[in-house]
């Protein structure tokens, strides 16, 4: 079974930067209709001028819109319905990351990460997913992260809201067999350009794990219209996520805690310094909101 991406209408959020990007443009010459969703209006209708000349006779709607604010994501799918437009394929490629302890995080940072990753892609799916079972065809492609199967100090909001997605994709995709919805989840690595950033400092996996997200995209729809469950893209990246899972829970524990003791160093020299600026200068701490 294959997903409806062949003259179909897909909607993909976060299309107008990283792997949604690179999906609407690989799927440029075969969808009839394309809406794209995100938060720039401006970078929605650069991107729609060059799908155009890529294949003039693709329909192009944009959807601006700020899937962080759940009301917009409703306003969203009111303008599909206003405009009498079935979306046969949904690509949940939108995400929020941030890097950083816990104790250290804005709540306004957390809470709009789990909006982003958790609430919009929940809701989306569930308006999305009745009229495609009344079809008896469809198709949902969730761009998650390999993150949500790992111990990630650092990034423990991130790795839950992530976690959180990949326990539900799963269980539903099982609710969904034989309905004609085909499932799949992504769960790349680093991706240039996608992974979730704090300074603007590269952390974590070597540039041995880092792919495009050009190849993340293409291995992604490869793996959608074979229908399978769970694509890992990068072959680095795929060897470590089947071994990781294998070793016993303690040595990915002590793995995930030389990662922790650096974290919590740098995070007292940091503070150190802090304390050493005048009292003016306090307010830049990050701090709970």
Known sequence: MRPPLDSGTVLITGACSGIGREIARQLAHRARTLVLVAHSAERLAGLRAELEVLNPTLGVMLLPCDVSRPGEVGDMLAELSRHFISVDVLVNAAGAGERGLFARQ?????????????????????????????????????IGAGAGQLFLPGAATYAAS?????????????????????????????????????????QGP???????????AREALAGFERGAALVY?????????TVLPRLPRAVRRALGRRVARDLQERSGAEAALMAEKPLGLVEDIPSLA
Do not use: K, Y
């Open 162 to 202: 992530r976690r959180c997605l990949d326990g539900f994709i799963e269980s539903l995709r099982l609710e969904l067999e034989g309905t004609g919805i085909v499932l799949t989840q992504v769960a790349p690595g680093p991706v240039d350009g996608s992974e979730p950033q704090d300074d603007g400092e590269r």
């Open 233 to 241: 893209p990068g072959r680095a990246h795929r060897w470590v996520m």
């Open 206 to 216: 070597q540039p041995l794990f880092h792919i495009s997200a050009e190849r993340c």
């Open 106 to 142: 804005r709540w306004g940072s957390i809470e709009r990460m789990l909006l982003v990753n958790v609430v919009a892609p929940l809701l989306l799916v569930r308006r999305l997913l009745g009229p495609m079972l009344a079809r008896g065809r469809g198709g949902i492609l969730h």
